[in-house]
T-cell receptor, first 114, second 114 residues
Framework: ETGVTQSPTHLIKTRGQQVTLRCSSQ?????VSWYQQALGQGPQFIFQ???????GRGNFPPRFSGLQFPNYSSELNVNALELDDSALYLC?????????????FGPGTRLTVL | GENVEQHPSTLSVQEGDSAVIKCTYS??????FPWYKQELGKGPQLIID?????GEKKDQRIAVTLNKTAKHFSLHITETQPEDSAVYFC?????????????FGQGTTLQVKP
């Protein structure tokens, strides 16, 4: 059984640029959630995708967008990067969108915005 | 709004001692409470969870207690070992919703001294 994988591991961008982060969900899981973890803080929910549809969104502006593919892998896109977007971006997969299901986290993508 | 407060932010114990981390949540509709352990450079890993229909759950050296009336839940680690050193996060979720949105606490850095 393959766990949750994310790419790239690290990324450096400049203000105003756009970035795409990728996540492969665990085998058998159809739901992917994305979280932003600032240094020294707990993860904050960005949004969740369930069977290719957005299924809930946190308090993040529209320049944070996502996509889920038929194989349930997912992308997080961030436009017009700001310095405060520097963080660890985590994706988590689960069996389905219900909150009782354990969320399995990937190792994250460290984004630095200069 | 939804909020989870976690204390203490840092905790240092001697190997073999017990460690207790406490969390308070604000959303009375929350009914699923997982605890995650995050080691350096890795994503959070679920170590134990509890649902609102039980008051306590144990798994070897780890236990979680829940007081729904007071909106408190706690993680207890007994006979601590150096490999328990990590950042621990509590989280809360509305199990009745169709989204797996987790609200995380700010984290507790646990150091177990040999």
């Amino acid at each position: 059984e393959t766990g949750v994988t994310q790419s790239p591991t690290h990324l450096i961008k400049t203000r105003g640029q756009q970035v795409t982060l990728r996540c492969s969900s665990q085998s058998g899981h159809n739901t992917v959630s994305w979280y932003q973890q600032a240094l020294g803080q707990g993860p904050q929910f960005i949004f969740q995708y369930y069977r290719e549809e957005e299924n809930g969104r946190g308090n993040f502006p529209p320049r944070f967008s996502g996509l889920q593919f038929p194989n349930y892998s997912s992308e997080l896109n961030v436009n017009a990067l700001e310095l405060d977007d520097s963080a660890l971006y985590l994706c988590a997969s689960s069996l389905d969108g219900r909150s009782y299901n354990e969320q399995f986290f990937g190792p994250g993508t460290r984004l630095t915005v200069l | 709004g939804e909020n989870v407060e976690q204390h203490p932010s840092t905790l240092s114990v001697q190997e073999g001692d017990s460690a207790v981390i406490k969390c308070t949540y604000s959303d009375s509709a929350s009914n699923y409470f997982p605890w995650y352990k995050q080691e350096l450079g890795k994503g959070p890993q679920l170590i134990i969870d509890i649902r609102s229909n039980v008051g306590e759950k144990k798994d070897q050296r780890i236990a979680v207690t829940l007081n729904k009336t007071a909106k408190h839940f706690s993680l207890h680690i007994t006979e601590t070992q150096p490999e328990d050193s990590a950042v621990y996060f509590c989280a809360a979720s509305r199990g009745s919703s169709n989204t797996g949105k987790l609200i995380f606490g700010q984290g507790t850095t646990l150091q177990v001294k040999p």
